[in-house]
């Protein structure tokens, strides 16, 4: 009887702990960052926690109903907010603070290392476990994507690159993505970079380029 009395106290502390993790990563967002979170649904088996068994997201879209948790919230926010929706997924709004320029996670990680090496001014990168790197660009690139592309010559070429902007949301990490396991960050955000992401001009030219050279 201790014995089953103390692995549920195990799972209990774990529970607490993941609960603890999500709401100090919510406040971070919110109070340091300058970013909007949204709470979100979790797949388990498949099955979205929305409850619509015809999801076509599970796991990967907000909670309906669910109010986000402003920018500028503090801790007690989010743990107020997580406590109404416990186990909820951290998603951000993209549009507002930022776009997001996304490939797939092997380009995404040889351009990182050219940017760095080119000394380009960078945002937060983070990858998902659909193997998809996902860079933080300033808002209004998803918009901007196919003129830029065309200025740049890769208008015509059949590139793995894509803008997501207003209206999407995406999962944050340390959230899980869909059952699949959690997302992570290749380039974590910084107080210089979370407000101010790069143009996506500045990234697009090398990005294009790698996702036309890892084609083949």
Not at 21 to 37: I, P, Q, R
Not at 41 to 46: E, I, S
Not at 119 to 142: K, M, Q, S, Y
């Amino acid at each position: 009887m201790g014995f089953t009395i103390g692995i549920r106290e195990m799972r209990s502390g774990a529970r607490r702990r993941v609960r603890t993790t999500e709401c100090t990563a919510v406040a971070e967002y919110t109070g340091l960052w300058g970013w909007d979170v949204v709470p979100g649904t979790r797949a388990v088996a498949g099955r979205c926690s929305c409850g619509d068994a015809a999801c076509t997201a599970p796991g990967a879209h907000p909670l309906p109903f669910a109010e986000p948790v402003p920018a500028g919230a503090g801790l007690d926010d989010a743990a107020k907010a997580w406590s109404e929706y416990p186990g909820a997924a951290l998603m951000l709004p993209v549009g507002r603070s930022f776009d997001v320029i996304e490939v797939a996670e092997a380009a995404g990680r040889r351009a990182l290392v050219r940017l760095e090496r080119m000394g380009l001014p960078l945002g937060p990168v983070c990858a998902t476990p659909t193997g998809r790197a996902r860079f933080f660009v300033a808002p209004g690139a998803a918009a901007e994507l196919p003129r830029l592309l065309y200025r740049m010559g890769w208008d015509d070429a059949d590139l793995d690159l894509h803008g997501l902007g207003p209206g999407r949301h995406i999962t944050a990490p340390p959230s899980d993505l869909g059952g699949l396991g959690p997302v992570r960050w290749l380039r974590p955000p910084t107080l210089d970079t979370a407000g101010a992401p790069p143009q996506a001009r500045l990234l697009l030219g090398t990005l294009a380029y790698i996702c036309h050279r890892t084609r083949f």
